[in-house]
């Protein structure tokens, strides 16, 4: 990995504040942005590591937050990566892994929008080890 940053993407409105995001009238979801290096990770490894991270089954919600702006999405950055996620989606889909069908939106990367500093790393910050499904 070369770099990560959270942030909020595919929404209407620019610069948005994480307060905008939660009024649910922006459009944005919480994404994170990651930043590789394809001679040390793949993007298909990057596909499988999201897929077992969080819960692609359900529309708009992870754990315990719920909203649109928790909905699953991966934007992609062209045709190759386009490609690559549905196909990798599609499998994710008939492995069985899942009780529920697989959810996910795929779609063009629109702006990224960085979130505050406060939520950059924040597991980290809050002491939290990872997020639960």
């Given amino acids: 990995m070369v770099d990560t940053a959270v942030g909020y993407s595919g929404g209407k409105t620019s610069n948005p504040t994480y307060r905008d995001v939660c009024s649910h009238r922006t459009g944005h979801a919480e994404v994170v942005r990651v930043e590789y290096d394809p001679s040390q990770v793949s993007y298909e490894t990057l596909l499988d590591r999201f897929w077992h991270m969080h819960n692609p089954t359900t529309k708009n ?26 196909a990798s989606r599609d499998a994710q889909d008939r ?39």
């Fill in 61 to 86: 919600r992870q754990g315990l937050d719920f909203g649109s702006q928790y909905r699953s999405v991966i934007f992609f950055h062209d045709d190759e990566q386009k490609a690559t996620a549905l």
């Fill in 95 to 133: 492995s069985g892994e899942h009780r529920k069908k697989i959810v996910t939106e795929i779609l063009p990367a629109p702006e990224f929008w960085r979130a505050e500093e406060y939520h950059q790393q924040y597991y980290e910050k809050s002491g939290v080890s990872a997020c639960r499904f």
